[in-house]
C-alpha cells in the first residue's frame, strides 16, 4: 500500500523522518488505518447507546452519524429527488448536518450555552464529527441528542403537513422530555466508555476534501527546528507529506504558523 503513495520528502534529515514517521505515520497500512477506525467507531458507538435518552432517540442520533437518514442531499445521491436545498432555509442544500445543526432557521434550538458558542466557532464536515467534538468536551449530550430527535421529528412533520411544535417551542420540549425520563427510568448504573480513544483519534476527512495535519519538532542542543506536514484522502491513504529541518530554533508558535503556511 505503501507504494501507491506519493510522498514529497523535502531537506529530511534522518532524526526529522523517523520523528516526522513515528507521529503521523503510524497508521500506514490500510489494514491499521481501519482498525483504527472501528476502535474509534465503537467507542462512539458505546458512547450513544449509553445515553440516558429514549432508545428511538439513540437510534436517530447513531443514524445521523452513519448518515443513513433521508436528508434532501442523500435523497437526491440516490437519484429519488433533483433539489437538495432545505425547506427551512431555502438556501443551503439540507445534509444531516445542516438539517440537525447548521440550518439558520434553527438559531433559537441552539441559542443556549454551550451549544451557541460551538457553532459559532467550530465549523464541522459532517454530523459524526460535530457528536465526536461534543462527546469529547463533555457538552450534555442527553439535552442535544433530544433537540436533535426533535428537530428532526419536526421537520418530517412539516414535510407531511402534520400539526406540530414550532422550533420556537423545542428548547422548552426538550428539556421537559430530559427531565421525564429521569424521572420515570429506574435509576441506571450509568457506565461511560473510555473517551481517550475519541480525544486522541485522528479522523478522515469526508470524501473528496483532504485533511492535512501539521506538527513540529524542537532540536534544542542543535539549536534547530523541525516541520512536518501530511496530506490524506477521506480513505486516510496519504496523498503528500513533507518534512523540513530549519537552522534556527524557531518558538513552538512560529513553527506552527509556518508549518500551517
Ligand atoms: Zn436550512
Given at each position: 500500500?505503501?507504494?501507491?503513495?506519493?510522498?514529497?520528502?523535502?531537506?529530511?534529515?534522518?532524526?526529522?523522518?523517523?520523528?516526522?514517521?513515528?507521529?503521523?505515520?503510524?497508521?500506514?497500512?490500510?489494514?491499521?488505518?481501519?482498525?483504527?477506525?472501528?476502535?474509534?467507531?465503537?467507542?462512539?458507538?458505546?458512547?450513544?447507546?449509553?445515553?440516558?435518552?429514549?432508545?428511538?432517540?439513540?437510534?436517530?442520533?447513531?443514524?445521523?452519524?452513519?448518515?443513513?437518514?433521508?436528508?434532501?442531499?442523500?435523497?437526491?445521491?440516490?437519484?429519488?429527488?433533483?433539489?437538495?436545498?432545505?425547506?427551512?432555509?431555502?438556501?443551503?442544500?439540507?445534509?444531516?448536518?445542516?438539517?440537525?445543526?447548521?440550518?439558520?432557521?434553527?438559531?433559537?434550538?441552539?441559542?443556549?450555552?454551550?451549544?451557541?458558542?460551538?457553532?459559532?466557532?467550530?465549523?464541522?464536515?459532517?454530523?459524526?464529527?460535530?457528536?465526536?467534538?461534543?462527546?469529547?468536551?463533555?457538552?450534555?449530550?442527553?439535552?442535544?441528542?433530544?433537540?436533535?430527535?426533535?428537530?428532526?421529528?419536526?421537520?418530517n412533520q412539516m414535510r407531511l403537513s402534520q400539526p406540530c411544535?414550532?422550533?420556537?417551542?423545542?428548547?422548552?420540549?426538550?428539556?421537559?422530555?430530559?427531565?421525564?425520563?429521569?424521572?420515570?427510568?429506574?435509576?441506571?448504573?450509568?457506565?461511560?466508555?473510555?473517551?481517550?480513544?475519541?480525544?486522541?483519534?485522528?479522523?478522515?476527512?469526508?470524501?473528496?476534501?483532504?485533511?492535512?495535519?501539521?506538527?513540529?519538532?524542537?532540536?534544542?542542543?542543535?539549536?534547530?527546528?523541525?516541520?512536518?506536514?501530511?496530506?490524506?484522502?477521506?480513505?486516510?491513504?496519504?496523498?503528500?507529506?513533507?518534512?523540513?529541518?530549519?537552522?534556527?530554533?524557531?518558538?513552538?508558535?512560529?513553527?506552527?504558523?509556518?508549518?500551517?503556511?
Amino acid at each position: 500500500m505503501a507504494d501507491a503513495k506519493v510522498e514529497i520528502l523535502i531537506n529530511g534529515d534522518k532524526a526529522l523522518r523517523s520523528w516526522f514517521v513515528r507521529r503521523f505515520l503510524k497508521a500506514e497500512t490500510q489494514t491499521e488505518w481501519e482498525e483504527d477506525q472501528m476502535a474509534y467507531d465503537k467507542v462512539l458507538w458505546r458512547t450513544i447507546w449509553s445515553l440516558q435518552v429514549l432508545n428511538k432517540i439513540k437510534n436517530l442520533v447513531w443514524r445521523a452519524c452513519r448518515n443513513l437518514l433521508p436528508s434532501k442531499e442523500n435523497l437526491v445521491r440516490q437519484t429519488i429527488i433533483k433539489d437538495p436545498t432545505c425547506d427551512r432555509c431555502k438556501h443551503e442544500p439540507e445534509s444531516a448536518l445542516h438539517a440537525l445543526w447548521n440550518c439558520s432557521e434553527l438559531d433559537v434550538v441552539w441559542e443556549e450555552e454551550p451549544f451557541q458558542h460551538c457553532r459559532r466557532q467550530h465549523t464541522f464536515v459532517d454530523f459524526k464529527e460535530l457528536l465526536s467534538w461534543l462527546i469529547t468536551k463533555d457538552h450534555n449530550m442527553e439535552l442535544f441528542a433530544t433537540s436533535v430527535w426533535l428537530i428532526w421529528t419536526q421537520r418530517n412533520q412539516m414535510r407531511l403537513s402534520q400539526p406540530c411544535l414550532s422550533v420556537h417551542q423545542i428548547p422548552s420540549s426538550t428539556k421537559e422530555r430530559v427531565a421525564e425520563f429521569v424521572v420515570t427510568q429506574p435509576a441506571p448504573a450509568i457506565i461511560r466508555p473510555d473517551l481517550t480513544l475519541l480525544r486522541a483519534m485522528w479522523r478522515p476527512p469526508i470524501p473528496d476534501v483532504v485533511k492535512m495535519n501539521c506538527n513540529r519538532a524542537i532540536f534544542k542542543e542543535q539549536k534547530k527546528s523541525g516541520i512536518g506536514a501530511v496530506i490524506r484522502d477521506s480513505n486516510g491513504l496519504v496523498m503528500a507529506s513533507m518534512s523540513k529541518l530549519l537552522p534556527q530554533q524557531y518558538t513552538p508558535m512560529e513553527i506552527e504558523a509556518m508549518a500551517a503556511s
